[in-house]
């Protein structure tokens, strides 16, 4: 199963460096270092650090767990990854905090599954949005993510610790 997760580290990590951004792997996401962060990617863009988190699945659903999703929130990562089988990797940032029902009409959200551990599963579906916990979280794919850090747009959707 580790490999499956590294292997598409590894995809996420060339395809970046492909399009000229800095990015680097995190051997074990940070485990075996208590120096390096505990993320699986790390994007340098100018003096900041953008750290991620990413998940790869075969299956239907991938699941963020709830500690990832407060990392996020608090600032502690910048985005969250996600992959399907033979399927372009999608991110995930930190739109707004607070969801008000104006987000809905904007565009379609993923469907989402939360359980008693507040768990986010998002399934192989193609939205923009995801509303969990009254957050609103932007679904972008690679090439927007790319064309966001390019443009350093990434600054109005992270908060750096």
């Given at each position: 199963m580790?490999?499956?997760?590294?292997r598409f580290e590894?995809?996420v990590?060339?395809?970046?460096?492909?399009?000229?951004?800095?990015?680097?792997?995190?051997?074990?996401?940070g485990?075996?270092?208590?120096?390096?962060?505990?993320?699986?990617?790390?994007?340098k863009?100018?003096?900041?650090?953008?750290?991620?988190?990413?998940k790869?699945?075969?299956g239907?659903?991938?699941v963020?767990?709830?500690?990832?999703?407060k990392?996020?929130?608090?600032?502690e990562i910048?985005?969250?990854?996600?992959g399907?089988?033979?399927?372009?990797?999608?991110?995930?940032?930190l739109?707004?905090?607070?969801?008000t029902?104006?987000?809905?009409y904007?565009?379609?959200?993923y469907?989402?599954k939360?359980g008693?551990?507040?768990?986010?599963?998002?399934?192989?579906?193609n939205a923009?949005?995801?509303v969990?916990n009254?957050?609103l979280l932007?679904?972008v794919?690679?090439n927007t993510?790319?064309?966001?850090l390019?443009n350093?747009?990434?600054?109005?959707f992270c908060r750096?610790?």
């Amino acid at each position: 199963m580790y490999r499956i997760g590294r292997r598409f580290e590894l995809q996420v990590v060339r395809r970046l460096r492909k399009y000229g951004i800095d990015a680097k792997r995190v051997p074990l996401s940070g485990r075996l270092n208590p120096l390096l962060p505990r993320c699986d990617i790390i994007i340098k863009l100018n003096d900041k650090e953008l750290k991620g988190q990413l998940k790869y699945s075969r299956g239907k659903y991938v699941v963020f767990e709830e500690k990832e999703i407060k990392q996020l929130e608090n600032g502690e990562i910048q985005f969250l990854c996600f992959g399907f089988y033979k399927k372009e990797p999608k991110f995930i940032l930190l739109e707004s905090e607070e969801f008000t029902s104006q987000h809905i009409y904007r565009n379609t959200l993923y469907k989402f599954k939360e359980g008693e551990n507040l768990n986010l599963s998002i399934y192989d579906y193609n939205a923009n949005y995801i509303v969990f916990n009254k957050m609103l979280l932007k679904v972008v794919d690679f090439n927007t993510f790319v064309n966001i850090l390019k443009n350093k747009q990434i600054a109005q959707f992270c908060r750096y610790k």
